[in-house]
């Protein structure tokens, strides 16, 4: 008995974790979902941060990562229990890190899939980096 309710436990939080792909918006911004920009701080000192957002590098200027440490820094910034959205360039780095926090960890990921050129393109809110 306690191994089907815990299978249909696992099962429920799998089936609960999605992605969701869409533009950057007023409406995300002035919602509550926390936006992380998982960018470089050489590209956050360049473009600036989309307001609200929370800076948590991934991947380092050579396209290495510490996923450890991304994970760490994020949960420690982010109820990863609720919908969060993911920002960087174009949209190319969290498209891969979205299909994994919502596949491996079950996050409900928002993949703001243009990324900050968008943005920028929309005239969204972006203040600078400090």
């Known amino acids: 008995m306690k191994k089907i309710v815990l299978s249909l436990l696992v099962l429920s ?3 609960l974790a999605t992605i969701t792909n869409e533009e950057a918006s007023q409406t995300l911004i ?10 470089t701080p050489g590209e956050w000192k ?3 941060l989309l307001k609200r957002a929370i ?3 991934l991947f380092d200027e050579r396209g290495k990562y510490n996923l450890r440490l991304f994970l760490k820094q994020l949960n420690s910034a982010v109820d990863t229990k609720k919908q969060f959205a993911i920002i960087c360039r174009t ?4 498209k891969i890190l979205a299909d994994f926090l919502s596949n491996k960890l079950h996050y409900n990921v928002i993949n703001l899939k243009s990324g900050m050129v968008y943005a920028k393109y929309k005239h969204l809110p972006i203040l600078p980096y400090k």
């Not at 002035?30 to 960018?39: A, F």
């Not at 949209?91 to 969290?94: M, Q, V």
């Open 46 to 48: 360049e473009t600036g």
């Open 13 to 15: 939080v799998s089936l």
């Open 55 to 57: 800076p948590i590098m």
């Open 30 to 39: 002035d919602s509550n979902t926390p936006i992380v920009d998982i960018r």
């Open 91 to 94: 949209g190319s780095r969290t």
